[in-house]
C-alpha cells in the first residue's frame, strides 16, 4: 500500500492561492470520495482541514477548499496567510477499512 | 469538549516490550473507530491501524500487521498500542485519534514519543 503522492513543497506569497495535489489510484482516491486534508504546524498534532473530498470541518476558514478529478485530489488555499505555513497531508480510505497518508507538503507563505 | 490524552513520552531499549495509552473523554468512547498513526521523525504520517472499542474489531494496516497490537478497555475509555519488542527503528512520535464516520479523523490525541535505543 504506497503513500499517496504529493508535491514536497509549494510556496506562495501573501494573498495568494495554492494548490496541493494528491495522486493516488483507482482503489484509493479514484475509487472513494473519501480524501480528507490535514494540517500540522510544527510539533503539533495535526488538524483536519478538508474531509469527503470538499467539506470543511466547523471552525475551518472558508479559505480551504478541496476538489477531486479521476485519482488526483486536490486542496486549495486562497488568500494566503502567514498562519498557513505548515505540513499539509492528505489521506484515502482504500479498502476493508484500510487508509493510507500522503507523502506530504510543506507549504511556505513568502 | 471530546478529548483524547495520550500517556507520556517513553524511553527503552531494543528488544523490550510497551505499550501506550490513549484515554477519550466528552464522548461515547464505545460508538466511534480509533485510529493510530506513526510519524518518524522529520518524516510523514502512517496508518497503523484502527480498532471499534465497542466489540474490539481490529483492522491492521498491512505494513503494521504483526508489529504491534492494538486493543482497547471500554470499561475505562482507553485504546492501547503495543509492541513486544522494540526496535530502534520504532522511534517516533505516535498518535491516537478519533474517527468520525471511518472516513476522517476529527480528533487527535498529542501524541506519546517513543525513544528506543539500541
Redesign the interface.
Known amino acids: 500500500q504506497s503513500a499517496l503522492t504529493q508535491p514536497a513543497s509549494v510556496s506562495g506569497s501573501p494573498g495568494q492561492s495554492i494548490t496541493i495535489s494528491c495522486t493516488g489510484s483507482s482503489s484509493d482516491v479514484g475509487g472513494y470520495n473519501y480524501v480528507s486534508w490535514y494540517r500540522q504546524h510544527p510539533d503539533k498534532a495535526p488538524q483536519l482541514v478538508i474531509y469527503d473530498v470538499t467539506k470543511r470541518p466547523s471552525g475551518i476558514s472558508d479559505r480551504f477548499s478541496g476538489s477531486k478529478s479521476g485519482n488526483t485530489a486536490s486542496l486549495t488555499i486562497s488568500g494566503l496567510q502567514a498562519e498557513d505555513e505548515a505540513d499539509y497531508y492528505c489521506s484515502s480510505y482504500t479498502d476493508n477499512y484500510s487508509y493510507v497518508f500522503g507523502t506530504g507538503t510543506k507549504v511556505t507563505v513568502l | 469538549e471530546v478529548q483524547l490524552v495520550q500517556s507520556g513520552a517513553e524511553v527503552k531499549k531494543s528488544g523490550e516490550s510497551l505499550k501506550i495509552s490513549c484515554q477519550g473523554s466528552g464522548y461515547s468512547f464505545t460508538t466511534y473507530?480509533i485510529?493510530w498513526?506513526r510519524q518518524l521523525p522529520g518524516k510523514?504520517?502512517?496508518?497503523m491501524g484502527?480498532i471499534y472499542p465497542d466489540d474490539s474489531d481490529v483492522?491492521y494496516?498491512?505494513?503494521f500487521q504483526g508489529q504491534v497490537t492494538i486493543s482497547a478497555d471500554e470499561s475505562i475509555s482507553t485504546a492501547y498500542l503495543q509492541w513486544g519488542s522494540l526496535k530502534a527503528s520504532d522511534t517516533a512520535m505516535y498518535?491516537c485519534a478519533r474517527m468520525?464516520g471511518?472516513?476522517?479523523?476529527?480528533y487527535?490525541?498529542?501524541?506519546t514519543l517513543v525513544t528506543v535505543s539500541s
Request: zero cysteines.
Open positions: 473507530w485510529g498513526v510523514g504520517l502512517e496508518w484502527i483492522r494496516s498491512p505494513s498518535y468520525a471511518t472516513t476522517m479523523i476529527d487527535w490525541g498529542q501524541g
